[in-house]
């Protein structure tokens, strides 16, 4: 079985053409009573000449327009909800990460995490899984971004689950329509290591990233 060693990936420490980014809390928002638009359940298998696989699930995902700024054109919101997992054949581990690509006057339904950059967002933990919280985007017409909600390894049974509670967006400076889009990347192998920041393992390196169903935000 072969073997194989490269540079890690790295999470990009700039945003693409964002301005700034500030996380806050919900309290005080009064989303929790509002009524999420479903989005469609998705899945995607991926598998290496060796026999391993690693399979993404997205389930439950939903999201729903908020208030914004009173009187400010170019301020919109939207609260997003779901829980993401994976699972890898037998020996196999890695990891499971979840972002969300923003865009300002942009269809993002055609963009992919080749974008090169986003930014890291920092929220509360519980039970290991369950995240909430905000992101402020600066983001303007014609401009895109990946924000990077989170990451977990697989277990030694070779699973990871990540559930989002009600996870604001607020973007300050769009004017015009909005949307988004959900992205939940796997990447693994047996023996999976990024040990000395490098990535390294046997046989197949297994990259794969499931998106979900775009949608408009205001």
């Known amino acids: 079985m072969s073997k194989f060693s490269k540079l890690g990936l790295r999470r990009a420490a700039g945003a693409v053409a964002i ?11 009064g989303v929790g009573e509002a009524a999420g638009a479903p989005l469609p359940n998705g899945y995607k298998k991926a598998s290496g000449i060796d026999g391993e696989s690693i399979q993404t699930w997205r389930t439950g995902e939903n999201a729903y327009p908020i208030p914004t700024v009173a009187n400010n054109p170019a301020a919109r919101g939207f609260v997003i909800s779901g829980t993401y997992s994976a699972k890898a054949s037998a020996g196999v581990g890695g990891k499971l990460a979840v972002k969300y690509i923003v865009g300002c006057q942009v269809d993002v339904g055609g963009i992919d995490l080749e974008l090169g950059g986003g930014i890291d967002f920092v929220g509360g933990v519980l039970d290991g899984i369950a995240i909430d919280g905000a992101v402020s985007l600066g983001l303007k017409p014609g401009q895109v971004t990946v924000v990077d909600i989170t990451d977990k390894d697989l277990s030694d049974s070779g699973v990871a689950a990540v559930q989002l509670s009600q996870l604001s967006f607020n973007l300050n400076k769009c004017g015009g329509f909005a949307s988004a889009r959900s992205a939940v990347k796997v990447i693994g192998a047996k023996g999976y290591s990024t040990d000395d920041g490098k990535l390294s393992g046997e046989g197949t390196l297994i990259q794969s990233t499931l998106y979900g169903k775009p949608f408009s935000i205001g």
Do not use: C, E, F, K
């Open 19 to 29: 301005a700034s980014a500030a996380v806050v809390g919900l309290a005080g928002m």
